[in-house]
C-alpha cells in the first residue's frame, strides 16, 4: 500500500474526521510506531505502522456505519467530556466506533448524524456544500416581519455576516414566537446568536432536518441507521 498522510489515515479509520484528526495530532494523542507525532505532514505506511489515538490501536474500517439518533437535550455531543456529562455515544449500543458529523449544543434536541466514515464527515461539515440544517426555535417575545426579513439576508455576529437564511414564522404562543430556519452554515451556537442579533432569546431549539435527511418517527433518545436514500444523499453532496 502507498503511504497516506497520517491525519487522512485517522480518518479512514473511523476514529473522526480529518480536521479533526489534525487536531488530535497537533494535541500530541497520536502515535506512530510507538512515538508521538506531533507534525501534521507525517506518511505512514497503512500495511506496516501501527498508529494509536489515544495509546489505542486503530485499524482500517471495514463496515462503514451511517446512524441518525434524535438527540435529547442535555447530552454533549463530543465523544469524552471532560465534565463527565452524559455524551450520545451512551444512547447508541453498538460495538463500532463512531462519532457525530458536526455538533449540537447541549441543550439543543434533535437530528444528529453519526458516522465512521471521515472523508464523508470532513465533507458534511464543510460549509462550501451548501446542506440547509432546519431547526425548529422557541424564543422569548413575539419575532416581527423586519427582524425575520434581516436574518433572511444575513446579519452579525461575532463579527461575522451570516450567509442568507430561510426563515418562516410558525406561530405566536402568547409572549413567544416558534420560528423555522435553515441555515447551511455551522458557527458555534449559531441559532441562538442570529436570534439574539435581532433581541429575542431562544428557550427551545430543535433540529428537524440534515439536507434530505429528517427526524421522521424517531423517537427522542433513539436512533436508526440511515436508508440507503439517506445515505446517496449525503454522498451525492460530496462532490466539489
Ligand atoms: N445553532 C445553535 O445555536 N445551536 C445548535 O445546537 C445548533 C445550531
Redesign the pocket.
Known sequence: MELERLQKYIARCGVTSRRKAEELILAGRVKVNGTKETELGTKVDPDKDIVTVDNKKISEVNKYIYIKLYKPEGYVTTVRDQFDRKTVLDLIDIKERIYPIG???YN?SGLLLLTNDGELANRLMHPKYHIYKT?IAEMEGRISQESINRLETGVVIDNYRTAPAKVNLLKYKDSRSLVQISIYEGKN?????MFDAVGHKVVK?K?ISFGEVSLGDLKTGSWKNLSNDEIKFLKGNQEG
Open positions: 455538533r449540537l449544543d439543543t431547526y451556537r449559531q441559532v441562538r446568536k431549539l433540529r
